[in-house]
């Protein structure tokens, strides 16, 4: 599982800040998570392909997490892209985006899927045989989802040596990698875990911005291996998160701590600050694994 972070501050793009959006890269799919402006020319930078994107996760509908979804789409567009996109977002995303279109008779000749959410529970929204992606419900000032992001359970793996002892047909293999019982040749049942062990443990990410402080979302997203919230301001700031339903440093940690999380992943900061460490510090106060995003950072949790 990698984490790309291409932009990860509030409010507008700088000269050397960008707005929320980033890519991860788990079990093989590439997903696009928030789409602010310039985010196409920050997959540039970061040499990331294209065509490997088929997912679009869009958080809300406030300019600096989808203002570079028309741009991105069109230049796919230009691109001859023929692959399908497929983008996930609250009620209106298509709208706003098929207005543009229409009004510059720009249309796509590849597939653009809207699947537009509307829902204050927690769905599961994408699943194959690998990964699995939910909804996680949050507060802000308009309708907003954060997502949740599961590798399924892997394939169990054979410890060879028991198998062959255990004296099992090679063709059942395959149903004990899957976590069947099965016959010997003697006709004798052989308990899965007797002849193998677990596999590699799944991996979940949770991205969770913009909201303001909401702890009914810890349930879905316990025990999650990485967690990002948004943690607009410093302690100093906290009586602006309430009305502009953002969280503190501090509430980040504070839910990263009541989820169990492996690490917390603070970001969407916003752009009155000139140094980022103090976030670190006021957040470690709750929880001790903290990590900064800062744009153009590659997280690699394998
Ligand atoms: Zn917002």
């Not at 490997?52 to 230049?75: A, E, N, W, Y």
Request: hydrophobic letters at 35%; charged letters at 25%.
């Amino acid at each position: 599982m990698k984490l790309t972070i291409l932009g990860c501050y509030s409010a507008t793009p700088r000269a050397l800040t960008n707005t929320t959006s980033q890519v991860l890269e788990i079990n093989n799919h590439m997903f696009l998570i928030d789409c602010g402006e310039g985010t196409q020319v920050q997959l540039r930078k970061h040499k990331i392909k294209f065509n490997r994107i088929k997912h679009i996760f869009i958080s809300h509908l406030h300019g600096d997490h989808f203002f570079g979804l028309v741009g991105l789409i069109s230049t796919f567009r230009l691109l001859t892209r023929e692959t399908d996109l497929h983008i996930y977002g609250p009620k209106g995303i298509k709208e706003v985006i098929t207005l543009q279109m229409k009004l510059s008779d720009s249309w796509t000749n590849y597939k653009l899927i809207f699947h537009e959410l509307t829902s204050n529970n927690s769905e599961l929204i994408f699943e194959d045989e690998v990964v699995e992606v939910h909804t996680i419900p949050l507060n802000h000032r308009v309708y907003t989802n954060g997502y949740l992001f599961k590798e399924k359970e892997g394939n169990r793996k054979l410890d060879i040596n028991l198998v062959e002892e255990a004296n099992i047909d090679m063709a059942y293999y395959r149903k004990l990698q899957q976590g069947f019982d099965v016959v010997n040749e003697d006709g004798v049942l052989i308990a899965n875990e007797k002849v193998t062990k677990p596999g590699k443990k799944p991996k979940s990410y949770a991205f969770c911005s913009d909201t303001m402080y909401k702890e009914d979302i810890v349930p879905i997203i316990k025990d999650v291996d990485v967690l990002y919230h948004e943690s607009t301001f410093l302690e100093k700031h906290a009586h602006l998160a309430p009305p502009t339903k953002h969280s503190t440093a501090k509430e980040a940690a504070t839910i990263a701590k009541k989820a169990n999380a492996g690490v917390l992943l603070l970001g969407h900061y916003s752009t009155r600050y000139d140094s980022l460490k103090p976030f670190k510090e006021e957040a470690r106060e709750v929880f001790k694994h903290v990590r900064l995003s800062q744009d153009g950072k590659v997280f690699d949790f394998n």
